[in-house]
Each structure stands twice: as structure tokens, then as C-alpha cells.
């Protein structure tokens, strides 16, 4: 009896290891040091590029924005001129009803300008988050292959 709760617990403990490896790395040996040395460099890199097209994003962001602000007010202008000739011209002539036409076609040219400014907005804000996302997931990954070298380093001097 007592042989086989040994037993029983010997395997459960070798299945507990084996499906929870400890520290898997992908590089281990002083040899691999050139392959980690080439994907730290590259990696860096990369994190470099995107740290500059995140700059430039964030830079850009409120230069969209004011596009935006002033969109809208030359919607509303747009609007608010459209809305008196239109009046005019419910009690004018012809001519008054072909300027009411221009300034709705004005109006509605000047609602669409707002919308596509609002809409880069948004896709700006949305490419700053991607980028944001991003740059944390390669430096986190910079993180994993310092900590691989200094095991190797670790290791080597043993």
C-alpha cells in the first residue's frame, strides 16, 4: 500500500513538471549567443522605427484635430447660410431658389469635408493604439532575450 501512494505521487509530480516546464528558453548555450545577438539587434531595430512612426502619429494627431474644429465650423457656417436662403427663397423667385440649391450643395460638400476629418481622427487614434500595442510586445520580448543572456552569461562563467 504504502508503495503505491509513492508511486502515485512520483507520477503525479513527474506529469505536474512535464506540463509546466520552468523556464523554456530559446536560447541556452554560449553558442546561441550569435543568434540572440542578431535578433537583440534586429529587435532594436524594429523598436527604434517604431518608436519614431509612434512619434510622428502623436505628432500629427493635432494637426488632424484642428482639421476637425475647423471642418465643423465651416459645416455649421455652411448650414446656418443655407438655412437663410432658404427661407429667401420660399418666398422669392427663381433665381433665389437655384442660390438656395448652391448653398445646401455647399452645406452638404462641407458636412462631408467634417466627416472624413472626423473619421482620420479617429483612424490616427486607432493607429497610435496599434503602434502603443505593439512597441510594448517587442520590448517586452527585448525584455525575455536580456534575461536569456544573462543566463547564458550566468551559465558560462560556472
Known amino acids: 500500500m504504502k508503495k503505491n501512494i509513492y508511486f502515485i505521487a512520483a507520477i503525479i509530480m513527474i506529469l505536474i513538471s512535464a506540463s509546466q516546464p520552468a523556464f523554456t528558453q530559446k536560447y541556452k548555450t554560449p553558442e546561441d549567443t550569435i543568434k540572440l545577438n542578431k535578433e537583440y539587434v534586429e529587435l532594436t531595430e524594429d523598436i527604434a522605427d517604431l518608436t519614431t512612426e509612434l512619434s510622428t502619429a502623436k505628432l500629427e ?15 455649421q457656417n455652411a448650414a446656418d447660410e443655407s438655412r437663410k436662403t432658404a427661407h429667401k427663397a420660399t418666398n422669392g423667385d427663381l433665381g433665389d431658389a437655384k442660390n438656395a ?3 445646401a450643395n455647399k452645406a452638404l460638400d462641407e458636412a462631408e469635408d467634417y466627416k472624413d476629418a472626423t473619421n482620420k481622427v479617429k483612424d490616427q487614434n486607432k493607429k497610435i493604439e496599434k503602434l502603443t500595442k505593439e512597441l510594448e510586445k517587442k520590448q517586452k520580448k527585448l525584455q525575455e532575450l536580456e534575461t536569456m543572456r544573462a543566463a547564458i552569461r550566468i551559465m558560462s562563467v560556472k
Open 61 to 75: 494627431l493635432p494637426v488632424y484635430e484642428a482639421k476637425a474644429v475647423v471642418a465643423n465650423s465651416e459645416a
Open 101 to 103: 440649391k448652391k448653398k
